[in-house]
């Protein structure tokens, strides 16, 4: 059974989300980044944690980061890299943590490079497009998530 469900999983994570449609969209401006950025902030000040932003374009390259004071150093790089792994592959990054979390085969997720197996990275979509992507670090994965999330959801 667990085999079966790797399999699935495995399928789900590497078919085109949009069968065979361009996914990406015009790519994030730094004035909507910033605005992403200041809408994850706000969650995670509304829940009294520090956190580390990073926004990207598709391609995953750095469009805006913001870090809130007192944000351990070590989330400035995860950050990043949550989110450039979300937009390069098209996917949260919790996909590869619940892969990881299955065990056996699914550890060979660890062997791709840039995949970050931590919630806290989603990929920005507007109108059906990708056109960034978010990460956040400084809590746990699923405060991580929370914080993310509440950036993504700033510009639909």
Do not use: C, H, W
């Amino acid at each position: 059974m667990l085999k079966r469900s790797f399999l699935f999983a495995l399928i789900l994570l590497f078919s085109l989300p949009l069968f065979g449609q361009e996914p990406y969209g015009t790519p994030v401006n730094v004035d909507t980044a910033k605005k992403i950025a200041a809408a994850a902030i706000a969650e995670a000040r509304k829940n009294n944690l520090f956190m580390a932003i990073a926004i990207v374009d598709p391609s995953g390259l750095l469009v805006y980061f913001e870090k809130m004071d007192n944000t351990q150093n070590g989330s400035v790089n995860v950050a990043v890299d949550k989110a450039r792994s979300a937009a390069l592959f098209r996917r949260p990054t919790k996909a590869f943590q619940d892969i990881v979390a299955a065990g056996g085969e699914g550890l060979r997720i660890l062997e791709l490079q840039g995949a970050i197996p931590i919630d806290g990275g989603l990929p920005i979509i507007v109108a059906g497009k990708i056109v960034g992507a978010v990460g956040a670090s400084g809590g746990t994965s699923t405060q991580d998530g929370q914080v993310a999330k509440a950036g993504a959801d700033s510009v639909k």
